[in-house]
């Protein structure tokens, strides 16, 4: 095994979504920057966004939505749990994005003014703007990276991040997945644009590949932050997302919103005034799927056939297209039937829900030096337009750092060959356990142990048998670079399911509707716990929990908008009796 | 402990009449996410050497003379 020791000024880890932002505007900042993007897979094709998008989830444009508008609307979404500068950078920022995207040739739907043609889908405001056209958006990023000359090294998978001798981010390390060459990287400022946590759960097809977000985001960034020293936020309000059976790809009930499409019970009837994904949501999917009126659809075969067209169009050739050969394999068709819909696996991801690793409104971690974007950064519900608006502040902010704050502190190369001997572990190991095995095997008890609705002695159960299965992997064995590149992913899914037993466990109260049901806690309990829930590696090494105050909001909530997002249910009325359980009791009850 | 093989599906196949390997082409190998894909050095074309596919498609979209497609993984077909 050879090693490579590279320098840089910049460093960019990922090349999704995020990752080429960042890295883009941290050469646009500083032209004379060197910037290094290393990327797990290839940046041509990579990330949650590898086959393209469908649309803005998020877009604050002028005339149709305010940055103030959008802030609340996130705090009411995330109960009240959010750092609102954050939220509200994102929010100020994100016209500015688009408009960068636009200038790049990124095509948005525009009404016959030539003005955006906005959606609206959350519960208040209206920030959806369709692309149908989004399949061309990584060719869109390739071209600029190559304009502005990023160096770009592709199949690198990167381990752990790199300390200086003050505590300081001062490059990563890690492996290549096809020479299975060991790769340090001396950096001024790193910046982490890894993707969710996407293996945490196991899908019930038994595919270990067959995940909900792109498999490739195993959590990386997640355990590489924890080594690092980094909090991590809020890491038990977990991604869980509504989907087509089987298929495990988005249902995008939401982007048929706007034509008159929704998701229905069995009977066929709307049970949710909302099709946002909010853990209230999911919660009142999952009384549905569970209950007598379960399972849940889509339902869009009342729909005229223009109607129905336009949304194959949408859902079939951007984020997702095997979607359309799937419902063709399964005779569903929209016209004709409601499609059978379910609920993912659990997983980490800011992008959705606000499980990440910890950032302030400039994208800084709590490790000087270190950044973080997209998906695995702790901005709540910030999908795509966030990754790209925080992946340009990192950008910038990482290059800005090199010309102020930045000192050359030596390193302890230590760190570096216990990183060498860890990685190279399972290529002495004979006769080993494969790693996809010990991945089944971790994956299942996740599902078996952590799935909400959580059970403090389920939880309790869950660290017993990763603690076992930590043993377990000291025979893992790999006999290529490519199987060196999944046990090295079982080390990452291990730290993260120890990070979603812990986290969970520690705030004993119920939030974010599904994806926090904590049985043993049922009721939100705002006078101990309306607080952040960070974690990291205290000094032994080990997970701890502590809480952090939620910082004074900028844009105070109105009384009545409080509980907005707690009025998923649709409540129907006969004369004199109430069919249905009220929201609160919905909440709670649940088997 | 002892391992075995066993035999599985995979969805990917390569039409190998149009597959263009043997003139260096690897598109379908750079642009998969999982790295799931190989050429094969005796017969120079490319093939699915790992069951991890995430069906996502940019092999076969990718792919200068179409002879790429991924087919929905049985399990889950």
Known sequence: ?591 | MPIAIHRTSVPVSVDESKCIAEKGCTVCVDVCPLDVLAIDMIKKKAFMKFDECWYCMPCEKDCPTGAVTVEIPYLLS
Not at chain 1, 49 to 75: C, F, R, W
Not at chain 1, 102 to 113: A, I, L, S, Y
Not at chain 1, 161 to 179: K, Q, T, Y
Not at chain 1, 568 to 586: C, D, L, Y
């Open chain 1, 1 to 591: 095994m050879n090693t490579q020791e590279i320098e840089t000024d910049v460093l960019v880890i990922g090349g999704g979504t995020a990752g080429p932002m960042a890295a883009v505007k941290a050469k646009e900042k500083n032209p004379k920057l060197r910037v290094l993007l290393l990327e797990k897979a290839n940046v041509k094709r990579s990330g949650a966004i590898s086959m393209g998008m469908d649309g803005l989830n998020n877009a604050v444009i002028p005339g149709h939505a305010t940055p103030e508008q959008y802030t609340k609307e996130i705090t009411v979404a995330n109960d009240g749990i959010v750092n609102q500068a954050a939220v509200y950078a994102y929010a100020t920022n994100s016209y500015k994005t688009i408009q960068e995207l636009n200038n790049w040739g990124v095509k948005f739907e525009k009404d016959e003014t030539g003005d955006y043609a906005v959606r609206k889908v959350h519960h208040m405001g209206t920030y959806v703007l369709p692309m149908p056209e989004g399949h061309n958006m990584k060719k869109v990023l390739y071209r600029q990276l190559r304009r502005v000359r990023v160096d770009v090294t592709n199949r690198i998978v990167v381990t752990r991040i790199l300390l200086n001798e003050h505590g300081v981010a001062a490059g990563a390390m890690g492996f290549d997945c096809r020479s299975g060459d060991f790769i340090v990287i001396r950096a001024k400022s790193v910046i982490m644009a890894c993707g969710a946590a996407g293996r945490l759960g196991l899908p019930a097809s038994g595919y270990l590949m067959g995940t909900y977000e792109n498999p490739t985001n195993a959590g990386d960034g997640y355990a590489m932050a924890f080594h690092a020293g980094a909090d991590l936020a809020n890491l038990e309000c977990f991604q869980i997302n509504p989907l087509i059976k089987d298929y495990n790809g988005p249902a995008c009930a939401y982007v048929t919103g706007p034509f008159g499409g929704f998701t229905a019970n069995n009977k066929g009837e709307r049970f949710i005034e909302c099709d946002y994904w909010s853990g209230q949501m999911m919660q009142e999917f999952y009384n549905e799927l569970l209950g007598g009126n379960g399972p849940v659809f889509l339902k869009l075969d009342h729909l005229a056939e223009e109607t129905i067209s336009e949304i194959e169009t949408i859902l079939h050739t951007n984020e997702r297209p095997s979607r359309g050969r799937f419902h063709e394999g399964r005779n569903t068709n929209y016209r004709e039937k409601m499609i059978e819909m379910h609920i993912s696996e659990i997983g980490f991801c800011s992008g959705h829900s606000a499980s990440g690793v910890w950032v302030n409104e400039r994208a800084e971690t709590t490790i000087p030096g270190l950044y973080a974007a997209g998906d695995m950064a702790s901005v709540p519900h910030n999908y795509m337009l966030g990754a790209f608006t925080y992946g340009w502040f990192a950008g910038e902010n990482a290059a800005e750092y090199i010309g102020s704050t930045y000192q050359d502190v030596p390193i302890d190369r230590g760190q570096i060959e216990a990183e060498r001997e860890r990685i190279f572990a399972p290529t002495k190991v004979e006769d080993g356990i494969p790693p996809a095995q010990i991945e089944y095997k971790l994956r299942r008890f996740v599902n078996d142990y952590l799935q909400p609705p959580k059970v403090t002695r389920k939880m309790e159960l869950a660290l017993e048998r990763f603690a076992e299965i930590k043993e377990d992997m000291k025979r893992m064995s790999a006999d290529s670079p490519h199987e060196l590149m999944r046990a090295m992913e079982v080390h990452v899914i291990y730290d993260c399911a120890m990070m979603a037993a812990k986290a969970s466990l520690f705030r004993k109260e119920s939030r974010w509707g599904l994806y926090h049901n904590r049985v043993d806690y049922p009721k939100r309990d705002d006078a101990n716990w309306f607080v952040h829930c960070h974690l990291k590696k205290d000094d032994n090494g080990d997970m701890v929990s502590f809480k952090k105050p939620v910082e004074p909001y900028i844009v105070p909530l109105d009384e009545d908008e409080k509980d907005a997002y707690q009025r998923m249910r649709i409540v129907k009325q006969t004369p004199g009796k109430h069919e249905e359980k009220s929201v609160e009791q919905a909440a709670v009850t649940t088997d």
